[in-house]
């Protein structure tokens, strides 16, 4: 059986989750078994639906400590649902909860860990997992021999499915230790997508010359509905909050789409970003070595190409 | 207050990738060495901070790695630390380090372990999460801010779209990501402070290896950019919604 872990925020299944279970189904059926779903804590939405993924079967434990994330608490109680079911693979989002959970887990159960897998298992000889490396310059085939085994999917690199079908959700009475964490508060920046699962990101470079520029930066992002990133000077000088930075030492993202505005391609900043599916680059510099990397480009001034962009990409959503 | 700082070396973030033996090695010809980005921007240098702020803190350096490493090692005692401790034995995989890491500190009885957010090679972002499993303890990853009032510490982590703040009685292992401190470049008296600053070798304890690289390989390369004249905007509109499918 493969075990996928469905990450929730207050109350809300993640997008993340709808990937790994469509994932954990693919799984399922190369390795002719059933796939099934593992939910903590409380969830205001009709988890039945998941089964749209592929997921037979949910297992919900349902306790007031699971509310709150705790990787300890979580990993005890997903070792305690795997050991019960049998689960031979146990997938993960490589997210931020699953960074946290999945090691744990791995080191709990003495399973093999693949973090950050952005395909399928090639099982014809074995069980061996893809992972990006080296920041998403290089890739590695990891080979997993353990008897059960841990991938954490890397966000964005499956595509999402939807079929007909529904999940029946189990309830199972685990036994939750107590949290020795306390959350004391939750801040989010409400009304923005979260960068690591936006399906479009707009960030912007020093060529924007300093914050008060932003707001055409700001209005290309929301004619998109994309989320915002920016460039590592752009973050250490506080025109941008940390959170935006994306490259090697920033957040590594691989969106569908991605649009750099007056950012040149250093290879530190490519590397967070190269695992976007298209890239599109603005610079008025035609010798900047992000054009080397991207899909489309302009060699022009950003002041006058990205309101223009803008208003383009309204109307051609308009007229859709 | 004992704090053990995880440290770990990392090709220079300009070096080549390329891979030898039939691509099942990393290419290590000509490649600058240097110490895990997120361990000493920000982990080591928190540490620091706290002894800045309260003097009988010691922090001690782990790293598992061969005597090559010991040129990482000395830099990052350049930047502070009073000693450092290496286990004299190559990485292996993320399970075998987290357990000879959790050797160290079950017989140093650290208080607080902290490590980076993942190591920018083999981008794992797993050590800390193993290790805090093996040791039974709190695990906080992807630390913001790191704040200590006595037993008690007060973490900002990152999650999606936001940040959470939480408390957590030490002993625990964090791991740092951008925010928790601000660079720092070691001076003169640093740098010849590390030359006699203690670095330990011990032996390796006996742990499993979880899992193993069978290949390496490059990402194929892009088929080349199409240039859209700055004033004619709406064709890359177009592309962008008709060939690419994007928008
Ligand atoms: C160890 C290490 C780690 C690093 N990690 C990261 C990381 O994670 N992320 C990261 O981003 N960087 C990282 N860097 C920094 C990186 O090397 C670059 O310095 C940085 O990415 C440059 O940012 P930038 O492109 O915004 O600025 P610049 O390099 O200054 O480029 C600005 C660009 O804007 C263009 N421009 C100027 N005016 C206009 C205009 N009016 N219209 C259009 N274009 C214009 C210019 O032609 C230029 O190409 C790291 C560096 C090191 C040493
Ligand atoms: N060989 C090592 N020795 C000591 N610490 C390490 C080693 N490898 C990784 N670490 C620590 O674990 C963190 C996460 O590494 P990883 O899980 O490999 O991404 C790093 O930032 C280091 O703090």
Redesign the interface.
Known sequence: MVLVFIDV?EGHV?KASFEVLTYGAKLAEQLSTTAEGIVLGSVTEDLSALGKYGVKKIYQVNNETLDH????VY?NVIAQVAQATGARVIVFS???DG??????????L???????AVGLPDTSNGF?VK????????????????EIKIISLSPNAYKIEETVGSAEVVPFNANVPSS??????????SG??????AE?VVSAGRGMKGPENWGIVEDLAHA?HAALACSRPV?DAHWRP??E?VG???I?IAP??YIAIGISGA??HL?GV??S??I??INKDPEAPF???????????AF??VP??T???K???GA? | MKILVCISKT?D??AK?A?TSNNTKFDAAGVQWIIN??DE?YSLVRAIELKEADASTIIHLVNVGLADVEPIIRKALALGGDEAIRVNTDSHD??YV?SQIAAIVKQGAYDLVFTGKET???????????????L???????A?KFDLAGSKA?VS?????????????LPVVVSCA??VAEQRIPNMRGIMAARTKPLKVVEPVAA?V??????????PA??G??????DN??E??????EE?K??
């Open positions: 925020a993640k994330f705790d990787s300890q990993t490589n997210n931020v960074k946290a959970v999945a090691p744990r887990v791995s080191a709990r003495k399973a093999g860990l693949v973090s950050g061996v992972k990006n490396v080296f920041s998403g310059k290089a890739f590695a085939n990891i080979s997993l021999t353990t020795k964490t306390k959350v004391t508060a939750v801040n989010k920046v923005e997508v979260p960068l690591t699962e479009i998109l973050a940390h959170n930075h090697q030492t920033g590594a569908n789409l290879i530190q590397a190269n695992r599916k298209v599109v680059v054009f080397k990397a991207a899909d489309y480009g302009i060699v022009g001034d006058e190409v223009k962009l208003e383009a990409i109307k051609i959503r859709a | 090709p973030t300009t990738i891979f980005p997120y921007w993320s399970f987290a920018i090679d083999y981008n794992g972002s797993a050590i800390g999460g193993m290790l805090a499993e093996l039974e303890l709190p695990y906080i990853s992807l913001t007060t982590r990152e999650i999606e779209g936001g940040e959470e703040i939480c408390e957590v009685e951008k925010g499993d979880l899992t193993n690289v069978q290949s390496f390989g490059l990402p892009k088929a950019v199409k240039l859209v004249a700055p905007v709406d890359l509109a177009r592309l962008l919604r690419a994007m928008i």
